[in-house]
């Protein structure tokens, strides 16, 4: 089982009410996988309300720990599972699953086949901004880092 550093539990129950009420960030499942549904190219996807993580880019930020735990000065996998991809999970619990899906492809159809044009990963991206934004300022003096990183 994958887990996030400590601190970012509590603090995203703190910063992002919606998630708490749905949870919290601890109801989130995280699963490290080979590949992708569709074969995406995505680095993380949410399918049927777990967070799937390609092994490839999510190893590096487990590789010095224990194995299960991201290392805290891995940001950009923190972003993307604490911030981001929770967003998607729940989105995915607010309806069936199949509605969400059809919902998601149609998305994807009527903006062009872009996926940065998805109204859900418009604001998933926003709501990751936002949060990773708080979460830099907060930790900036446990890492030492100076600036935001732009990933």
Do not use: C
């Not at 910063?15 to 601890?26: D, I």
């Not at 619990?93 to 859900?120: A, C, T, V």
């Amino acid at each position: 089982m994958i887990k996030l550093p400590a601190p970012v539990y509590p603090w995203t129950d703190i910063y992002w009410p919606e998630l708490a009420k749905a949870g919290g960030l601890a109801s989130v499942e995280y699963e490290v996988v080979d590949h992708l549904p569709f074969r995406a190219k995505a680095h993380a996807m949410t399918w049927r309300g777990r967070v799937l993580l390609r092994r490839e880019w999510i190893a590096p930020a487990l590789g010095d720990m224990d194995g299960n735990t991201i290392n805290p000065r891995h940001l950009w996998a923190i972003e993307t599972m604490a911030f981001h991809e929770p967003y998607h999970v729940i989105e995915q619990r607010k309806m069936p699953w199949r509605s969400y899906l059809l919902r998601y492809i149609w998305q994807w159809i009527r903006g062009g086949f872009s996926y940065r044009n998805i109204q859900e990963e418009i604001e998933a991206y926003a709501q990751e901004r936002k949060l990773a934004d708080i979460w830099f300022k907060w930790r900036a003096p446990l890492t030492g880092l100076r600036s935001r990183p732009n990933w």
